[in-house]
T-cell receptor
Framework: GNSVTQMEGPVTLSEEAFLTINCTYT??????LFWYVQYPGEGLQLLLK?????DKGSNKGFEATYRKETTSFHLEKGSVQVSDSAVYFCALTGASGGSYIPTFGRGTSLIVHP | DSGVTQTPKHLITATGQRVTLRCSPRSGDLSVYWYQQSLDQGLQFLIQYYNGEERAKGNILERFSAQQFPDLHSELNLSSLELGDSALYFC??????????FGPGTRLTVL
């Protein structure tokens, strides 16, 4: 079946540091890939997405590129802010039995210090 | 604000009881998904409904059931509750394949 593996956290950075959160996946066919962010006490929000190989999703300074050859979708940001502190989930939606089933990673907590 | 609403926000109940969680999707979204989020299991997909019909099942226990009504709101019923059912339950809706909009969640505590 489909699966998503992302790096365990917490990731602790100082403000303005470079961020990478690794995500790799296993899926049949051609899944769509997503990053969601969950702020404390809230539901998940879509951060960015990519629907085919070599697509780059970007939003709010975050970027991720759909790499089919390495089955990866790593999240990057050049300069993090304290307000980026949250839990980040890598996810895919892939075909399964005639429907599209979402599969999420376990989430990576990011803590940014001033 | 995602446009997805969930009630109640918090629910405290005892083992063996039954509860109903409610979700209203974004206007125009036909698909509703239910998830369970716990510290040890992460975010688990439970079930999906599309325009009133069950479309996909994930890791949903037999003690749990769901339905989607003609007005597209959905309810998740949890029965014979156990301590291990304590978790955050999220509803999400979508119209475009895979891109989901999550509600604020219902925090269930089973004592």
């Amino acid at each position: 079946g489909n699966s998503v593996t992302q790096m365990e956290g917490p990731v602790t950075l100082s403000e303005e540091a470079f961020l990478t959160i690794n995500c790799t996946y296993t899926a049949t066919g051609y899944p769509s890939l997503f990053w969601y962010v969950q702020y404390p006490g809230e539901g998940l929000q879509l951060l960015l997405k990519a629907t085919k190989a070599d697509d780059k999703g970007s939003n709010k300074g975050f970027e991720a590129t759909y790499r089919k050859e390495t089955t990866s979708f790593h999240l990057e940001k050049g300069s993090v802010q304290v307000s980026d502190s949250a839990v980040y989930f890598c996810a895919l939606t892939g075909a399964s039995g005639g429907s599209y089933i979402p599969t999420f990673g376990r989430g990576t907590s990011l803590i940014v210090h001033p | 604000d995602s446009g997805v609403t969930q009630t109640p926000k918090h629910l405290i109940t005892a083992t063996g009881q039954r509860v109903t969680l409610r979700c209203s999707p974004r206007s125009g979204d036909l698909s509703v998904y239910w998830y369970q989020q716990s510290l040890d299991q992460g975010l688990q997909f439970l079930i999906q409904y599309y325009n009133g019909e069950e479309r996909a099942k994930g890791n949903i226990l037999e003690r749990f059931s769901a339905q989607q009504f003609p007005d597209l709101h959905s309810e998740l019923n949890l029965s014979s509750l156990e301590l291990g059912d304590s978790a955050l339950y999220f509803c999400a809706s979508s119209v475009v394949q895979g891109e989901q909009f999550f509600g604020p969640g219902t925090r269930l505590t089973v004592l």
